[in-house]
């Protein structure tokens, strides 16, 4: 017992230097971006047999654009304890706004068409469903262990510290690990409550991957010029002398 709380201290702490020394700009987007897609998971953009995207998409890539910035400065570790930070808020914001869907009181948009179909179909777009909640947590988490561990095994067996590198190590891990979050879900959402096929959880798997990845592509060379001016400034010292990096 006494090992386990010297070892819950040294995580208590570690995790605590980890915050102080990333830009707090960076882990606000990160999040913001983990409770947006969460949310706007809810609406479809794309519906066919084999091809199904929600909008949560348009900020899913954001996700893991902070994922990849993090791990190649911090490591893969650093990386997954925000991703744990990110999880926890969200779920906590998705608790609240259960509990608030149950509140009394009419949302705004029912008094501009006076229908009661509206304020009920609002207070259960964000009171959410538990299986959705649970679908989402479980690929989260899993996506992002995949992601900082590709990330980082790919950067360590890299020589040049240049975009080729970077986009390299991004591109793959988060490819991979968009199809994990992606199928994950799917497999937990879609066809255990919603019947789909395992063809349909595959492909439609893939093609949500494909396209976060291409918004990735598009976004990276941000991601690598925010990494070169921390670099350059040596953002975050204190924590990776801490951790022997």
Same mark, same amino acid.
């Given at each position: 017992m006494k090992k386990l709380f010297s070892f819950l201290s040294r995580q208590i702490t570690d995790f605590k230097l980890l915050l102080r020394n990333i830009p707090s700009l960076t882990v606000s987007v990160f999040i913001l971006s983990?409770?947006?897609?969460?949310?706007?998971?809810? *609406?479809?953009?794309?519906?066919?047999?084999?091809?199904?995207?929600?909008?949560?998409? %348009?900020?899913?890539? =954001?996700?893991?654009?902070?994922?990849? =910035?993090?791990?190649?400065?911090?490591?893969?570790?650093? /990386?997954? *304890?925000? /991703?744990?930070?990110?999880?926890?808020?969200?779920?906590?914001?998705?608790?609240?706004?259960?509990?608030?869907? *149950?509140? @009394?009181?009419?949302?705004? !948009?029912?008094?501009? %068409? !006076?229908? @009661?179909?509206?304020?009920?179909?609002?207070?259960? %777009?964000?009171?959410?469903?538990?299986?959705?909640?649970?679908?989402?947590?479980?690929?989260? =988490? %899993? /996506?992002?262990?995949?992601?900082?561990?590709?990330?980082?095994?790919?950067? /360590?067996?890299? *020589?040049?510290?240049?975009?080729?590198?970077?986009?390299l190590r991004s591109y793959i891990s988060t490819a991979a690990a968009q199809f994990a979050d992606n199928f994950i879900f799917a497999t937990v959402v879609s066809k255990l409550f919603f019947g789909w096929t395992w063809e349909q959880v595959v492909f439609c798997s893939l093609a949500g991957a494909g396209f976060e990845l291409l918004c990735e592509i598009l976004f990276s060379g941000i991601g690598w010029k925010v990494v070169r001016q921390w670099e350059k400034e040596n953002v975050g010292r204190e924590y990776l002398e801490h951790a022997g990096k």
């Open positions: 983990v409770v947006c897609a969460n949310l706007m998971a809810n *609406k479809e953009l794309v519906s066919f047999k084999y091809l199904a995207l929600d909008c949560g998409f %348009t900020f899913s890539w =954001i996700m893991f654009l902070c994922m990849d =910035i993090i791990c190649k400065r911090w490591g893969a570790k650093a /990386s997954v *304890k925000v /991703s744990l930070l990110a999880l926890g808020v969200n779920l906590l914001v998705c608790l609240i706004f259960f509990a608030l869907s *149950k509140a @009394p009181g009419m949302w705004g !948009e029912y008094y501009a %068409t !006076e229908n @009661p179909e509206v304020n009920r179909a609002l207070n259960a %777009t964000f009171g959410g469903s538990w299986y959705v909640v649970l679908g989402s947590a479980l690929a989260f =988490i %899993t /996506s992002s262990a995949i992601n900082a561990v590709l990330n980082a095994s790919i950067g /360590s067996r890299l *020589k040049k510290n240049n975009f080729a590198g970077f986009a």
